[in-house]
């Protein structure tokens, strides 16, 4: 098959980069006006008061700010990957994948999250748990939490949002690594080359390592694991189904 030029971005890939970029500069803008935009865009737990279901849609457009290097690496890999992914399945076929992965990531990480909350319960009286879903935004509003661990965690997943393009991003790693596995890429550190399927591997295991230990725990790892998974049953469908699939 045929690459497309490094600077020749296909449709889809380019208005993703616009979007991601306009919605960040839009969040910036607004946050300079006394405006918050992560409690009404950003996907919040289902059992919160701020939850409402386009945050399942919109979370996936939102980035952490101030600083630039979420959007920048997401958009970068969306770039580097998603073009070539895109060349090949054609803009429809693409869209839909990367819309459908972002969506799986939240699920899978909103499962994890539940059955976090679940155990959480068990471990608090109703009273506390009561207390923290009544004073426990205006105090996360503040950039304060409980001092009790237990009340902080709940407090945490009540009302931390999850934004990023990451679980559509790790979609689409995983996408390029079942089309493209023996190509090989380039490592930063170390500088050695690898081949896609031993890279998507290993950055999926240590995703898998990250979430279960709670190391990195403001990461929302089982995130990128939902949008590798749900890659991955995606492809399998369209193999199966498609004569024209590569």
Same mark, same amino acid.
């Given at each position: 098959?045929?690459?497309?030029?490094?600077?020749?971005?296909?449709? !889809? !890939?380019?208005?993703?980069?616009?979007?991601?970029?306009?919605?960040?500069?839009?969040?910036? !803008?607004?946050?300079?006006? /006394?405006?918050?935009?992560?409690?009404?865009?950003?996907?919040?737990?289902?059992?919160?008061?701020?939850?409402?279901?386009?945050?399942?849609?919109?979370?996936?457009?939102?980035?952490?700010?101030?600083?630039? /290097?979420?959007?920048?690496?997401?958009?970068?890999?969306?770039?580097?990957?998603?073009?070539?992914?895109?060349?090949?399945?054609?803009?429809?076929?693409?869209?839909?994948?990367?819309?459908?992965?972002?969506?799986?990531?939240?699920?899978?990480?909103?499962?994890?999250?539940?059955?976090?909350?679940?155990?959480?319960?068990?471990?608090?009286?109703?009273?506390?748990?009561?207390?923290?879903?009544?004073?426990?935004?205006?105090?996360?509003?503040?950039?304060?939490?409980?001092?009790?661990?237990?009340?902080?965690?709940?407090?945490?997943?009540?009302?931390?949002?999850?934004?990023?393009?990451?679980?559509?991003?790790?979609?689409?790693?995983?996408?390029?690594?079942?089309?493209?596995?023996?190509?090989?890429?380039?490592?930063?550190?170390?500088?050695?080359?690898?081949?896609?399927?031993?890279?998507?591997?290993?950055?999926?295991?240590?995703?898998?390592?990250?979430?279960?230990?709670?190391?990195? /725990?403001?990461?929302?790892?089982?995130?990128?694991? /939902?949008?590798?998974?749900?890659?991955?049953?995606?492809?399998?469908?369209?193999?199966?189904?498609?004569?024209?699939?590569?």
């Amino acid at each position: 098959m045929n690459y497309r030029p490094a600077l020749n971005i296909p449709p !889809v !890939v380019k208005n993703l980069i616009l979007v991601n970029v306009l919605f960040f500069v839009i969040t910036l !803008v607004m946050k300079q006006m /006394g405006t918050n935009l992560y409690p009404i865009l950003g996907l919040h737990f289902p059992l919160s008061e701020k939850f409402r279901l386009h945050q399942f849609f919109t979370y996936m457009f939102m980035h952490s700010t101030p600083g630039f /290097g979420h959007i920048f690496f997401n958009m970068f890999a969306l770039y580097m990957f998603g073009r070539v992914l895109e060349s090949v399945w054609g803009p429809k076929r693409f869209l839909i994948f990367y819309l459908v992965t972002g969506i799986g990531a939240a699920v899978l990480q909103t499962g994890v999250t539940f059955i976090e909350y679940k155990v959480l319960l068990t471990k608090m009286d109703p009273q506390q748990i009561a207390y923290v879903k009544e004073v426990g935004y205006g105090i996360w509003q503040q950039g304060k939490n409980f001092s009790d661990p237990l009340a902080g965690n709940l407090n945490a997943i009540l009302n931390t949002p999850t934004v990023g393009a990451s679980g559509a991003v790790f979609g689409i790693l995983l996408g390029f690594g079942m089309l493209f596995p023996n190509t090989e890429l380039m490592l930063l550190f170390p500088p050695i080359p690898i081949k896609a399927k031993y890279f998507v591997t290993g950055y999926g295991l240590l995703e898998l390592f990250f979430g279960i230990s709670g190391i990195q /725990g403001s990461v929302a790892h089982f995130a990128h694991l /939902g949008g590798m998974l749900f890659g991955y049953f995606m492809i399998r469908y369209w193999r199966k189904h498609s004569n024209r699939f590569y």
